[in-house]
């Protein structure tokens, strides 16, 4: 993994996040580590590779402005999030992959960005998960 560059960690992904397929980037680490988004545009496509595996999977860098602040959210998660289980709660990260560029005939073939999640703990059977929530971790 020497070569791998974290770009953006996220929180914990949430119903929605995985519903929907998409999780938040407006870590400005990230957009700083991201291809710019020319201004005509509102999204960037790009690859991801399965930090365990082979498959790769077409995402998109999207930019938004909610107020006068831009939003910007990594969508077509869906697939990643349904092959491999993910929960509300688990994490995911985003590095970059420095030095395995490949680009045939000006286009890009090989995936710069490697996708890995990680599961939260699960809680242990018989435990109250709103006395866990709570922070009380003391038997009754």
Do not use: C
């Amino acid at each position: 993994m020497e070569n791998l560059r974290v770009v953006l960690t996220t929180r914990a992904v949430t119903r929605y996040g995985i519903a929907s397929g998409r999780v938040s980037a407006s870590n400005r680490h990230f957009v700083e580590e991201m291809p710019r988004i020319p201004p005509e545009q509102k999204s960037r496509p790009f690859l991801a590779r399965h930090m365990q595996g082979r498959r790769i999977y077409h995402l998109e860098y999207k930019r938004r402005m909610v107020g006068i602040r831009p939003k910007q959210t990594i969508t077509g998660l869906r697939r990643f999030f349904r092959e491999h289980g993910l929960q509300p709660g688990d994490r995911i990260t985003l590095y970059k992959e420095e030095g395995n560029e490949m680009i045939l005939m000006g286009q890009l073939i090989s995936p710069l960005y490697v996708i890995h999640f990680e599961r939260v703990n699960e809680v242990a059977a018989g435990e109250d998960p709103a006395r866990l929530q709570a922070g009380d971790d003391h038997a009754p």
